[in-house]
T-cell receptor, first 114, second 113 residues
């Protein structure tokens, strides 16, 4: 398996633009997580899905952020409009709900908002 | 999830055992201890987890005290590739609900040649 796939790997955009980050979880996994990492705040959970249903979105910073999981093999995290403080590395992770709940992380998307 | 306390940083000589401590004095009976690590610029990687018994896998050993208020991750023969930030996390293993990971600041382990 190729592991969790994220695209793009790097994104540079200007303030006010819409940004869409994409994630393909590992096949067969039924939980998907979006995290954000910054120097100031560390690694923080934004939202997670179980069987394509959002379970906990309490970490989503504000209404400018939205996430969807239309099917078991694809998820998006959208920021509209983007702001410089959104600059961070965004990680997607997936896991098989039971088992040991090990989460497999993707390589991340480094977002820079100018 | 219970809060954990880890040293900010540690050094270890290459080839020696690296022992990373973690305090979780408020851990609940149904909470597991998980360890992840993050090598520079990569996503976190699962290492090991346990409830109350000591655990060992191909990467590391996990020693949990009898009162479960602290644990130690042991990398038996550290290599330069083990240089990373190591996160100790406690969380429940529920059937459906709370499966999220709450990352603290972790321990930055540097392996010295």
């Amino acid at each position: 398996d190729a592991g969790v796939i994220q695209s793009p790997r790097h994104e540079v955009t200007e303030m006010g633009q819409e940004v869409t980050l994409r994630c393909k979880p590992i096949s067969g996994h039924n939980s998907l997580f979006w995290y954000r990492q910054t120097m100031m705040r560390g690694l923080e959970l934004l939202i997670y899905f179980n069987n394509n249903v959002p379970i906990d979105d309490s970490g989503m910073p504000e209404d400018r952020f939205s996430a969807k999981m239309p099917n078991a093999s694809f998820s998006t995290l959208k920021i509209q409009p983007s702001e410089p403080r959104d600059s961070a590395v965004y990680f997607c992770a997936s896991s098989f709900g039971r088992a040991n709940n090990e989460q497999f992380f993707g390589p991340g998307t480094r977002l820079t908002v100018l | 999830d219970a809060k954990t306390t880890q040293p900010t940083s540690m050094d270890c000589a290459e080839g020696r055992a690296a022992n990373l401590p973690c305090n979780h004095s408020t851990i609940s009976g149904n909470e597991y201890v998980y360890w992840y690590r993050q090598i520079h610029s990569q996503g976190p990687q699962y290492i090991i987890h346990g409830l109350k018994n000591n655990e060992t896998n191909e990467m590391a050993s996990l020693i949990i005290t009898e009162d479960r208020k602290s644990s130690t991750l042991i990398l038996p023969h550290a290599t330069l590739r083990d240089t990373a930030v190591y996160y100790c996390i406690v969380r429940v293993l529920s059937n459906f609900g709370n499966e999220k990971l709450t990352f603290g600041t972790g321990t930055r382990l540097t392996i010295i040649p």
